[in-house]
Every structure is written in structure tokens, then in C-alpha cells.
């Protein structure tokens, strides 16, 4: 294969494909690790892994075994039948749930977007069905969060550039400003007639924010007044990127919400979706409340339960939280050597960002050229988000090319 290979295959995309995504002019073909080939043979160390999807990295060999076993035995049936996989990821889901949410059951979709519909629908459902209280209609976010992109996430997510051109949004959907201290008082805008609020442990594609020191545990004591339900939306800070099985037991938060929401990492880079919720929570669906024709079907979920037994069995979690301290320690290198340029250093584990001052686009192209792929997030904001198996020397390689493109 040739470059030219390479560029008839993008110019077909171009005419082809609905041009919705502005990628990166390559075409992949393969993987194996942190790293990946294009159609031309060349080789990049893929430091975006996904967007966050791929935990275990590409062509990891117990990974594609579980896959491949699973295929020959059953790729597809429905919810109209029990799926052993999915019970047994549901059951793997409660176990590193318990510590912080008690009992769970689990819910199983396709995407990040479809597990918080399914969690604002359960919200919906508990305070009108389960508590009878039909005036509660309103669902609160935050300004800079990322929810998804159906309507109803759309509407929740809290920057201009997913929502123009959609309106009018649902009138039931609130943003709120992003709080600045603990017991911001924005606090205050959830009351008795909060339905739900949804807020990411960390923003992710806002930038790489995390909330104000103690706002989590803030924000759970106040929905637990007013009887709101709180969502954590963990489709990118969930299955270990943060260190912990989930962001919201990062050593540094201790709160937890009534539901979360799971995707990305979870299958290992096969779609998959979980709203994870509480025994209490759950109880708003009833048979026939929500459903999803593939949502847990046993491919999916048996390469979920491969991912969730690799990260234990190859104690990742403590390797995340190793790796993040080193890539930190890197970024804070090139803050200072690029002062003029970097705002600052972002994130924890293994979601990592440095905040330029201006457009984080062709810092990321320059990278790429130096053979490193990452992404942008929140426009500003270069972003770190490796596979959990990622090295030291991986690592810095990233440092090694960004220092390059800060300076270029
Ligand atoms: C925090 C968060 N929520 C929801 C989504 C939407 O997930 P999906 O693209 O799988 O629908 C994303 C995707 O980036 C996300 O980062």
C-alpha cells in the first residue's frame, strides 16, 4: 500500500461518507500496543487510544481471543432471551460498584449518549412513577460538560458548538454556570423541583476540568436534601482511566451518584453503553419502561468482562495512577519550559491536558507529524488519554513530540 493508497481512500471519504468529522489525514489499518499503522505502512504512537476507548490498546491478544471466541459462539440474540456474558458483567459492574454506590443493577447499551438517555429516563421515571411526584420535571448540567449528541444530551450539554442549529432544545434541560468554590451557590438552583442533575467527575471533551475541591460531595449532599437524583456521567472518567474503577472514586472525590453512565473503555473498544444504578434508582424501570435491541448483547459484553478481569488481573489501575504521576510530572515540564504558550496542567490518571493559549489544533498536527497522534479538547486544550497499558518510555515519546511542536 502506497500513499497514494492513502489519499484516493480519502478523497472516496470525502464524496462518500456524510462529512460530519473533520479526522486527521490518515487512514489506519492496524494496531498493536499503544501503537498503530496507517494503510502506508507508517507507524504512530496513538496516545488518543480512541478517545479513550481503548483501555487495553490495540490487538491486545486476550482481548481479541475473548472476541473472537465469543463470535464463534454467539455474536447476537436480543433481550427477548437471557445472555450469560451480560449477567456476569453486570455482576462484575456491582463488585467495584459497591464500595461506593452499594447495591447497583446494570442497564446495557451502545454508546456514552444512549447510557445517559437511559439514565435521565430512569430519573424521570423514579420521581414520577416511584415517587409519584409529577411536578418534578427539570434536569440540570453545567456549562463547558459533554453529554452526547441525541437531543435530549445535546440539550444538556453545555457548549454552544454541539447545540446551534438544533433548537428549539427541550425545555426541561437547564445549564448552570460552572461552579467556582465548594459551596458555590449555584448549589441553590437545585431545589425541590429538580428532577436530576448530570455532571462528569471530570469535563473531558470541555477541557479537562475538574470541579472545585469538595463540589462533588457539596453537590451530593444537596440533591440528597432536595431529593434530586444525581448522575455521574463517567462514559470517559469510568473503567480505570482515572486510576480508580470509576472517576468518582478517585481518592481525591468520595461522593457518589444515584446512576452512572459507562461507554467508551468498557468493551475495549466494541460499542457498548451501561447506566449503572442504584438497587433504589433501578426500580423506575419496570418491563417494557426502555430498551435497546443490541444493548448487552454477548459480544459486547463478553469483551466488557475480558476488559474488567484484565484491568484487575494486570493490576492496571495502580499502573494508571503510576503513569499519570509520570506524564503529569512531563507536562509540568513543558508548562515551564513554554510558559509564553501554556496556561496550564490538567486531569488525573491517565486523562491528562495542557491548556495552550489559543487553538490546540496545529500543536496536535505537528505532533502527528512527529509521528505521536492526540487530540484537542475544549479547543485550547491538547489532550492525553492513552491506553491503560501505556509505558514510561511511550509517555515520553508524547512529551518528547509536543516539546518539539511547542516549539516549532
Ligand atoms: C463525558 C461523555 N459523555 C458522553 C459522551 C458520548 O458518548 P458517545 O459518543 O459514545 O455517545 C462522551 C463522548 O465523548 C463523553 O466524553
Request: overall charge neutral; aromatic content about 6%; some cysteine.
Amino acid at each position: 500500500m502506497t500513499r497514494d493508497h492513502m489519499q484516493q481512500l480519502i478523497e472516496t471519504a470525502q464524496r462518500v461518507l456524510v462529512q460530519n468529522y473533520r479526522p486527521q489525514p490518515l487512514v489506519l489499518a492496524r494496531g498493536e500496543g499503544a501503537w498503530v499503522w496507517d494503510v502506508a505502512g507508517n507507524r504512530y504512537l496513538d496516545l488518543t487510544a480512541g478517545i479513550a476507548a481503548c483501555p487495553l490498546g490495540h490487538g491486545h491478544p486476550k482481548l481479541a481471543a475473548a472476541i473472537a471466541e465469543q463470535a464463534k459462539q454467539l455474536i447476537h440474540v436480543s433481550n427477548l432471551f437471557y445472555i450469560e456474558p451480560q449477567i456476569r458483567l453486570a455482576e462484575e459492574l456491582a463488585l467495584r460498584a459497591a464500595p461506593s454506590m452499594g447495591a447497583v443493577r446494570s442497564f446495557f447499551c451502545n454508546s456514552g449518549a444512549e447510557a445517559n438517555e437511559a439514565a435521565l429516563k430512569l430519573a424521570k421515571r423514579y420521581q414520577t412513577t416511584v415517587l409519584g411526584r409529577p411536578e418534578r420535571t427539570s434536569v440540570l448540567s453545567f456549562e463547558g460538560s459533554f453529554h452526547g449528541r441525541s437531543i435530549a444530551t445535546v440539550a444538556l450539554t453545555g457548549q454552544e458548538k454541539y447545540r446551534s442549529g438544533f433548537g428549539p432544545l427541550i425545555e426541561w434541560a437547564r445549564i448552570l454556570p460552572w461552579p467556582t468554590t465548594a459551596l458555590d451557590p449555584v448549589l441553590q438552583q437545585i431545589t425541590e423541583l429538580t428532577c436530576a442533575v448530570i455532571i462528569e467527575p471530570i469535563q473531558a471533551e470541555g477541557g479537562i476540568r475538574i470541579p472545585p475541591q469538595g463540589f462533588l460531595r457539596a453537590l451530593r449532599d444537596r440533591c440528597t436534601a432536595t431529593g434530586t437524583v444525581l448522575i455521574f456521567d463517567e462514559v470517559q472518567t469510568g473503567i480505570g482511566r482515572l486510576g480508580a474503577w470509576f472517576g468518582h472514586q478517585h481518592p481525591e472525590e468520595g461522593a457518589a451518584p444515584d446512576v452512572m453512565s459507562l461507554a467508551k473503555g468498557l468493551a475495549g473498544g466494541v460499542p457498548i453503553g451501561a447506566m449503572v444504578a442504584t438497587d433504589a434508582l433501578a426500580q423506575g424501570f419496570a418491563a417494557g419502561s426502555h430498551a435497546s435491541t443490541f444493548g448487552g448483547n454477548p459480544l459486547a459484553t463478553a469483551a466488557g468482562l475480558c476488559v474488567l478481569r484484565t484491568i484487575a488481573e494486570e493490576r492496571l489501575l495502580d499502573h494508571v495512577t503510576a503513569m499519570g504521576e509520570h506524564l503529569a510530572r512531563g507536562l509540568a515540564r513543558l508548562a515551564t519550559q513554554h510558559a509564553a504558550r501554556v496556561r496550564g496542567v490538567r486531569g488525573r490518571g491517565l486523562l491528562r491536558g495542557l491548556a495552550l493559549d489559543g487553538d490546540a489544533t496545529p500543536v496536535v498536527q505537528r505532533c502527528r507529524e512527529g509521528g505521536v497522534l492526540l487530540s484537542v479538547a475544549g479547543g485550547t486544550v491538547v489532550r492525553f488519554a492513552p491506553p491503560l497499558i501505556v509505558v514510561q518510555a511511550e509517555l515520553d515519546q508524547g512529551i518528547e513530540a509536543l516539546d518539539a511542536a511547542l516549539g516549532a
